[in-house]
């Protein structure tokens, strides 16, 4: 299997090639041409990563129903984003957009501004990419397969295809590791249940397992329900806002795409909410964490339950399944320093080939920095990291989410609001220790997760809230006051380079523009 995608990732960089690949429109957005069902696939296989195919079992495996939050997050994620997506499009597409930070810095007329969003994006991204590797290592683990040349060969042979085939190997292959794990997924559901004699004894097994009886159901406790219904709403927020997200809604060809795409990718919620049942399956089958590692109860589930032949097919399911999202996130990251630090700071006359090589080296060092999280530290602290990554990503939305509907916020008071939220979020992320979930004693006194205590707060409740919320709150207070104070004291706003018509712009538009050499100077169709 993997023979086969590494294949297909270097032959990817002639499929529907444009006149040249040394363009960041065609290495690192496909040409901006994908259908609706390339970028079904490609979004798809961009935000359901391997990392989610191991941790949300494995999370309803310890936790109980908390770990079910991925499933409303995902299903309340594609109304909230439906028209914030198409906008995003238009004005980036009209424009020559290749980064939701080159839009922030048009419409707000701030390199400072387009400065902390691209930074955010890449503080946010570069243990997501980590995270992958815990998915395939996950893996490697339950097959015996010891050391690290294993992983340090395949995210070798992806560095290689990206570099040479951009965004459209990951598009491509993308394909085969969603349609692997449709397969997987639903065979696991029916077959496995099966064996243990259905899911009332999948069930009952979770009930004895978290109530000590086998007929309470593994509820969430009260205590517990602000932060899922916190942590799901503000996950959906997040997620969109993501460099890696952005770049796969910029690579589709019309806005029809993008509408299809919101209306479709809710079946991976579907696929999505029987894979968090493999985690209550593996309970029912007396599974047990390899070396005490939650992340491989998946694995070893399907290396206990499936026949040989079809744990090998499995296993490669969620490799490949770490190979596609950490292309694309690493793309992105490339794609971001690239526009909005290198050529905006370091070579404004930058050309495109220039750009595009820059891009290309960085997505190199994207991957191997990730690689490095994985060989040199231990793993959770990348874990660790990446539970801070969609609080500090959603400090992006006033200027990137908001922005794309009314230029209200002053670009000062946005500046001063993401500093704020970016401060709040690092303050509250610091006081939250992690805990053992059997005993509730302390195993790390900082960063241990992303729920905040409300009692720290002087409310009379043990209920917490996810510290997502509360630091967007302060975000948005101090941004919508500094305005406020900036327009009362006339400091000047910056010239909108965007008109109210570029946010319903479409591919067959006229003056639609296209593979621009720099921002605000694009050339056009």
Known sequence: MFLVIAVMGFATSRWRAGETMEHLDEWGLGGRKFGTWVSWFLIGGDLYTAYTFVAVPALMFGAGAMGFFAVPYTV??????????????????????????????????????????????????????????????????????????????????????????????????AFVKDSLIYIVIFVAVIYIPLQLGGYGKVFEAASIKFTGAPDQGPLLGEPSQMLYISLALGSALALMLYPHSTTAILAAKDRNVIKRNMTLLPLYSLMLGFLSLL???????????????????????????????????????????????????????????????????????????????????????????????VVFLNPSFAIDLQLIGGVIILQTLPAVGIGLFSRWFHRGGLIAGWAVGMAASFTLLYQIPKKDPATGEIIKAHFGGSGYPLANLGFDTDMSIWAGILAITANLVVAAVVTVVLRAVKVPEGVDGTEYADYFADADDPDVEVMAPEIGAPSTR
């Open 76 to 173: 309340v994620l594609y109304p909230l984003v439906f028209l914030v997506l198409i906008r995003l499009w238009s004005v980036s597409h009209k424009h020559g957009f290749v980064t939701s930070a080159d839009f922030v810095r048009s419409r707000f007329e701030s390199r400072t501004l387009a400065l902390c969003i691209a930074v955010t994006g890449l503080i946010a991204t570069m243990p997501y990419v980590a995270l992958q590797l815990v998915g395939v290592q996950a893996v490697l683990t339950t097959m015996g397969v010891g050391g690290k040349w294993p992983l340090a060969i395949a995210f070798l042979v992806l560095a290689l295809f990206t570099y040479s085939s951009g965004l459209r190997a990951p598009a491509l292959i």
């Open 279 to 373: 985690g209550f399956i593996a309970i029912a089958a007396n599974v047990e964490p390899i070396n005490g590692d939650g992340n491989t109860i998946v694995p070893a589930l399907f290396d206990q339950q499936f026949p040989p032949w079809f744990a090998g097919v499995a296993f490669a399911a969620i490799g490949i399944g770490a190979l596609v999202p950490a292309a694309i996130m690493s793309i992105a990251a490339a794609n971001t320093f690239t526009r909005n630090i290198y050529k905006e700071y370091f070579r404004p006359d930058a050309t495109a080939k220039e750009e595009t090589a820059v891009a290309k080296i960085v997505s190199l060092v994207v991957k191997f920095g990730a690689l490095g999280f």
